[in-house]
């Protein structure tokens, strides 16, 4: 069972773009909580945080907690256990949606994605359904990546942009912009993917609903404290994914039609 701390009444918002929720999942995030939500808080105060911890062994939640009690724009959603990116940011869009919220901004916790940016992607919201923090479009860049990882990423998403024609540069990218109407047309309930395939999906579903996607360029930077969630499990899954869309595209008896997504998603063990 989830329970939420932390105040919800709030009337004022992000110019242009109105009540923005950023939702923050953790896993065992203690120490980069802290340093996240603070800067956070100084580079755009307009906006509010969700942090959705899934039961941390390190305390995360705990230290979740004493945020909100110190800050009334830091909430937090206690989830029973660990179970999965997607299913966190699902659990967040839903919260969001429920308290009124008109966007809703994905951010990791370990500080890759720089908060002192996000006014910049809250701008183009102004006139865009979605909005992608992208490093692989004009002007994007990523910091501390060893050449294989940044060749494996780009090939990923070179391979998405082919297999879904969908042009996107950074369908896995993970620092994005929802409006809250968007999310209901793309069906977000209904999203099981994890990791990148989570990212990859809601891009595609944005892509076939014939919402307007934008993408602004960002600076990347690898995690400098704690473990990073990414495995060749995680890419592996999001590669396997795109495979049987793209599949189910081209023959409809593979994973239902264009109709509906509840259809057109491939159904697999």
């Known amino acids: 069972m989830s329970e939420v701390t932390g105040a919800v009444e709030r009337t004022a918002g992000y110019p242009g773009v109105g009540r923005v929720l950023v939702v ?57 256990g660990k179970q999965g990116l997607g299913a966190a940011y699902v659990a967040g869009f839903r919260w969001a949606r429920e308290h009124g919220y008109d966007a809703v901004v994905e951010m990791d916790a370990d500080g890759s994605h720089a908060p002192e940016e996000l006014t ?32 494996l990423s780009r090939g990923g998403n070179l391979y998405t942009r082919v297999a879904l024609g969908m042009p996107v540069s950074d369908a896995t990218g993970g620092y994005r912009i929802y409006r809250v109407p968007a999310l209901d047309k793309m069906d977000f309930e209904s999203v099981t993917s994890q990791g990148y395939s989570f990212q990859v999906e809601l891009s595609w579903r944005a892509h076939r609903a014939g ?59």
């Not at 923090?133 to 060893?146: A, H, I, K, Q």
């Not at 599949?247 to 109709?259: D, F, M, T, Y």
Request: aromatic fraction near 6%; include cysteine; hydrophobic fraction near 40%.
């Open 24 to 80: 923050i999942p953790t896993y065992n995030e203690a120490e980069n909580v802290v340093i996240i939500t603070e800067r956070l808080r100084q580079a755009v105060p307009a906006v509010e945080i969700l942090i959705a911890d899934d039961n941390s062994p390190d305390g995360t939640g705990a230290v979740a907690d004493r945020l909100a009690a110190a800050d009334e724009y830091v909430h937090v959603l206690h989830r029973s």
């Open 120 to 151: 910049r992607l809250l701008d183009a919201a102004r006139d865009a359904d979605v909005v992608i923090g992208s490093r692989w479009t004009s002007g994007g860049e990523v910091v501390n990546w060893p050449w294989h990882r940044q060749l």
């Open 211 to 269: 919402l307007r996607t934008v993408e602004v360029p960002i600076t990347f930077a690898e995690r400098e404290h704690g473990t990073s969630k990414m495995s060749p499990l995680i890419v592996g899954e999001a590669l396997w994914r795109v495979t049987l869309w793209c599949l189910s595209e081209r023959r409809p008896g593979l994973g239902g039609s264009r109709r509906g997504y509840g259809d057109s998603t491939p159904r697999w063990p």
